[in-house]
């Protein structure tokens, strides 16, 4: 079946009938082939998109929170064929992949919950008594949703929940390295009764099936998790059509350790902030800013903790660092550590392909100390197991030096001392800010950055509110002309 879209409710092969392959990134075999999606498929995706709306929209939202409760329980009942396909997509360690998977059931029984409890019109009170204004939220229409490779069935979840919630039907383009879990998406959504062109999965690369996606008239909201310079050509092509965009782009993100910093929190913290899903997350913490006093102390013990990280084959047990996702990637990181060196960063941990994996995309938990302020390894994002280090000695020069970064996606201060920790958090310019930890995300709670990393915000009521616009319906109540041009 994963050679062919899902597009209204049928599995359909590409109109121009090409294929693509996708790889294990642990053994570099082929793992199977989709379809090249073109503009003829995401044509005929909004088409039926379009065509279910009325009816998507029209039901009871608490009808549309049962669909979304029915697929949250076939994830769970998958969660194991799920995670395991995740691995061979994508790496990363399978109890990772099970931790995603149950994220994503939990996205749609959070948005089932959101759909019934939220309002769908209410008055507003005007101060003039003749008029009555009432604002019913309705859906934005349909979404055409582009999503990146690093948690290919969560950043469905995270774009495909919110929006059918909402009453939108979804055109979902996920990444041409990861398309096995977003497919299955759509066949959960076709086991569970959803009707028809509600949800449909459209796979291709971003030249080819993305850009027609964002530029289809009826498309009326493109929802784009990605790289920077994908989302400023994504928000060039909408601009055409003034279309409602939200990205959700890259990051730089730093973690300022005080030197009160409980130590073992902060390694803790530290570590998962850049080797959990071999650093390939956007807001992972790949700048490590530390107080001088404590450097020498906490960065031996680090790297020495980065040494006993199992890499490996993300189905092996114990394994705590898989594969990047492709070679391309393995490249790009391989090549950020050989400039970083020769910029003069000092490599304290890792740097390599570990010698035990010849074979698969590894590269070894790396760590930089004395890294050149302006390095590409300290200015850009990297998206692997890399952390950089530098010292500071006072506050207001970490937060300053935190800042110093065109990324605002998310930040984390560790510290004994609350107050100074909250003080830092309102100075950090980013989206989200962890205290005394790094990484923790709750489908509660607002996702999304400011400066380059992105606009408008995902997750939460925030994330549903993206999916709904407010119309004002204002209504004059008196009998007695309004009295400018009749007096
Ligand atoms: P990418 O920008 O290369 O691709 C993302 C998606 O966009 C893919 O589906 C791709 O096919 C598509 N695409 C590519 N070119 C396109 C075009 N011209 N028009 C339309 N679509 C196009 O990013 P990636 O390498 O898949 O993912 C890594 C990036 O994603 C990192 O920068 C990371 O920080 C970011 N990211 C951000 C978040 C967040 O929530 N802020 C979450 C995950 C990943």
Redesign the pocket.
Known sequence: MSERHYINGRWVPPRRGGSLENSNPATEEVVGEYAAGTAEDIASAVDAAREALPGWKGINPSERASCLRALAAQIRTRQNDLAHTEVLDNGKPLPEALWDVDDAAGCFEFYADLAERSVMHETIALPDERFECVVRYEPVGVVGQ??????PLL?AAWKVAPALAAGCTCVL?????TPLTALELGRMADEVGLPPGVLNVVTG???E???P??THPNVRKVA????????R??MQ?AAQDIKNVSL????KSPIVVFADADLRQAIEWIMFGIFWNQG????ATSRLLVEESIAPRLLEQLASEAEKITVGNGLTPGVLLGPLVSAS?HGKVLRHIAEGQAAGARLISGGKRPPSLPQGYFIEPTIFSEVPRESALWQQ?I?GPVLCVRTFRKEAEAVAEANDTPFG?AAAVMSADVSRCQRVAAALEAGIVWINCSQPTFTQAP???VKG??IGR?LGRWGFESYREPKQITRYTSAAPWGWYLK
């Open positions: 582009i999503i990146p490779w690093n948690y950043m383009k996920p990444s041409e390295f690369t971003g030249p099936a993305g850009e996606l964002v784009f998790t990605g790289s920077v310079p994908t989302g050509r994504v092509l959700e782009l890259g990051g390939q997350v956007c807001s990637q994002e998206f996606l996702w999304g950055g990393s992105g995902e």
